[in-house]
């Protein structure tokens, strides 16, 4: 499955220069051009990564991101910017950036910025237990969910869901994404193996976790 990145960018030649670059090595682009379209991309659809141009119209890079942080979305993002003061870049960190590339810079070392990132599971995380509820934990680093620090067995479908949910939370996760996620190419998808796999995991976790959007997909509250 290929990664999905957001690319602010309101250059629109070197935004089209990354887009024609990323694609070609396998990424799945979405472009916006000013910090509000930005925003509204991120709350309608979910991304593996952002790539944020700082100045941009309406609203900057730092003040998206720290925003979206706010609202606890965890996605990782690479900051984009013609700044090189100390302050910047301690502001761009502070907004809870993961890494930050100055204009002019080389495609390939963005390429492998973005490749080093994604490599990682789970971001903004200090503790490897992700607190879900007062009683409900899971593990990142053995992939286990716990309730009152008993193990709670789980298939390994509903496992990936709650592992791609968890590291996309406050995201809408689209039903494609879901179903790429957890059946691989010589399986066929299943809407009603979904819908059970949602069922077992509000069970264990709540109902109110895991909300339908319409037509849309699925969104994992972190509240």
Known sequence: ???KILLLEDDLTLSETIVDYLESNDFEIVTAYDGEQASDTIYEQSFDLFLLDVNVPLLNGFELLKQKRDDGVKTPAIYITSLNSINSLENGYKSGCDDYIRKPFV???LLFRIQNILKRGFFHESNPRVKISEHVEYD???NLLFIDSEQVQLNTKTSLLLKLFLQNQEEVISHERIYDTLWSYEEVASENALRTYIKDLRKIIGK????SIK????RFSSK
């Open 215 to 218: 037509k849309l997909g699925y």
């Open 140 to 142: 990142t680093e053995s």
């Open 107 to 109: 495609l390939k070392e």
């Open 1 to 3: 499955m290929k990664a």
């Open 208 to 211: 109110e976790k895991i909300v």
